[in-house]
């Protein structure tokens, strides 16, 4: 059975940063790809970041170059580092994995596992 766990959400002022990271059981990271997704208040959910299991990462177009999302295979975890936080990035924050990436992104009906959220709010 395969359980994903966030951790390292919480709040933090515009222009602060924080990272969360996900640790996996019952699958291995470094031959399945992962990614980070959200929800904000009022909205569906959407994409944020994806590694492949080779390694390759793809972003939204919101977060390109602030966030930077990477995995630790000893640990068998991955991360997301969010940097430059802005209001709008306010948000639980989903990890997935399992699921094909395609044009750069993690459709969210193909994700086979999702982890529980954990909630990072940006305050102004």
């Known amino acids: 059975q395969v359980q994903l766990v966030e951790s390292g959400g919480g709040s933090v002022q515009t222009g602060g940063s924080l990272r969360l990271t996900c640790r996996a059981s019952?699958?291995?990271?470094?031959?399945?790809?992962m990614g980070w997704f959200r929800r904000a208040p009022g909205k569906e959910r959407e994409f944020v970041a994806a590694i492949t299991w080779n390694s390759n990462t793809y972003y939204a177009d919101s977060v390109k170059g602030r966030f930077t999302i990477s995995k630790d295979t000893l640990k068998n975890a991955g991360d997301l580092q969010m940097t430059s936080l802005k209001p709008d990035d306010t948000a639980v924050y989903y990890c997935?994995?399992?699921?094909?990436?395609?044009?750069?992104?993690?459709?969210?009906?193909?994700?086979?596992?999702w982890g529980q959220g954990t909630q990072v709010t940006v305050s102004s």
């Open positions: 019952g699958l291995i990271f470094s031959n399945t790809n």
């Open positions: 997935a994995a399992g699921a094909p990436i395609m044009g750069g992104v993690i459709r969210a009906p193909d994700v086979r596992s």
